[in-house]
């Protein structure tokens, strides 16, 4: 597993948690919202072949 995807994490993290902030005390909680799915979203398809990838592992350690 890359070292570079947890910090490419917490920099979306940092980014969108700022924006939600910045959003929410302009009024604008819809478009807040929506950049906290966005933020989770990219999130997600970044993690979600790492995970493919741990599922087959341990698929093949226990087909021995």
Do not use: C, N
């Not at 940092?14 to 604008?28: A, D, E």
């Not at 807040?32 to 989770?40: D, E, H, I, K």
């Amino acid at each position: 597993m890359e070292v570079s995807i947890i910090f490419k994490i917490a920099a979306v993290g940092i980014l969108v948690s700022i924006l939600t902030q910045i959003l929410k005390h302009s009024g604008r909680d819809e478009q807040a919202f929506l950049v906290s799915l966005s933020g989770l979203l990219i999130v997600l398809f970044w993690v979600v072949p790492y995970i493919y990838d741990l599922f087959e592992s341990i698929q093949k350690l226990f087909m021995l």
